[in-house]
């Protein structure tokens, strides 16, 4: 895979992760390609971004190895940014930051988007840390361990 | 809890998220308080950040509810930033960053923190988007539906 953060001095997997995607406008490219958003002019008008901006953004994606940039299957000289392997594996990244969202976000009862299991129709289970053997981790039940 | 967000007509409980802490700073303040860091310029010296900015941020952070700030034990002018509940309710989102970061940052055997369990000296499970049976969802298992 291609991955321009490799020469990355940084030991913190949190803020290697934060520095490749931790941006509102990356954030928000990345759940709108999970929601079938391919084309520059399709993510513009979802997210309402200057277009230099969203240029910008859409390169460094490519260059991280997240998003690949490919011909339409129509042709002609436009592009689409379709999700890799890396970009897909961004999906509990995502889920994680739906579900704090409607935690703490949303008044009871207040209506919002729901990421549901496309066969059943039922929602996504939350995502819970858990210790290998399944239990439940609380912040305060965990460290890290840093490099000595 | 105080939620300076509620306020938003953003009906995607990512975006809301998103705009709430989908900033580099903000979310490296967050890792930080999570790794027991409280003081301002314990924050500063983590992240060799401009003070104006980490003003900036843990404000920002104080008002959506994520810190508290409070006196320091020892009393005197210092301050010190926790996490409230809607804080720690964070947990999962920096954690689903630390092990996208650690599978698609790092190259094979390339040394990096990790987060352990207290007890046992453990890694964390990888989390892993359910269904409510348990069964793993892929991104392609899913959808969102969206408000009508």
Request: with cysteine.
């Given at each position: 895979?291609?991955?321009?953060?490799?020469?990355?001095d940084?030991?913190?997997?949190?803020?290697?992760?934060?520095?490749?995607?931790?941006?509102?406008?990356?954030?928000?490219?990345?759940?709108?390609?999970?929601?079938?958003?391919?084309?520059?002019?399709?993510?513009?008008?979802?997210?309402?971004?200057?277009?230099?901006?969203?240029?910008?953004?859409?390169?460094?994606?490519?260059?991280?190895?997240?998003?690949?940039?490919?011909?339409?299957?129509?042709?002609?000289?436009?592009?689409?940014?379709?999700?890799?392997?890396?970009?897909?594996?961004?999906?509990?990244?995502?889920?994680?930051?739906?579900?704090?969202?409607?935690?703490?976000?949303?008044?009871?009862?207040?209506?919002?988007s729901?990421?549901?299991?496309?066969?059943t129709?039922?929602?996504?289970?939350?995502?819970?840390?858990?210790?290998?053997?399944?239990?439940?981790?609380?912040?305060?039940?965990?460290?890290?361990?840093?490099?000595?």
């Amino acid at each position: 895979m291609t991955n321009s953060a490799h020469s990355s001095d940084e030991p913190c997997p949190v803020a290697r992760s934060i520095g490749v995607i931790g941006d509102r406008w990356s954030l928000l490219i990345v759940r709108d390609a999970f929601d079938g958003i391919h084309r520059f002019s399709d993510f513009q008008r979802s997210l309402g971004v200057a277009r230099n901006i969203l240029a910008d953004r859409l390169r460094r994606l490519v260059e991280a190895g997240i998003l690949v940039a490919r011909p339409t299957r129509e042709g002609g000289a436009y592009q689409e940014y379709v999700l890799t392997e890396a970009g897909k594996n961004l999906f509990p990244v995502v889920l994680a930051l739906r579900q704090w969202g409607e935690r703490q976000l949303f008044t009871p009862g207040e209506p919002h988007s729901e990421l549901i299991e496309t066969k059943t129709g039922k929602p996504v289970q939350r995502m819970v840390p858990r210790n290998e053997d399944g239990e439940v981790l609380l912040p305060d039940d965990t460290k890290v361990r840093k490099l000595s």
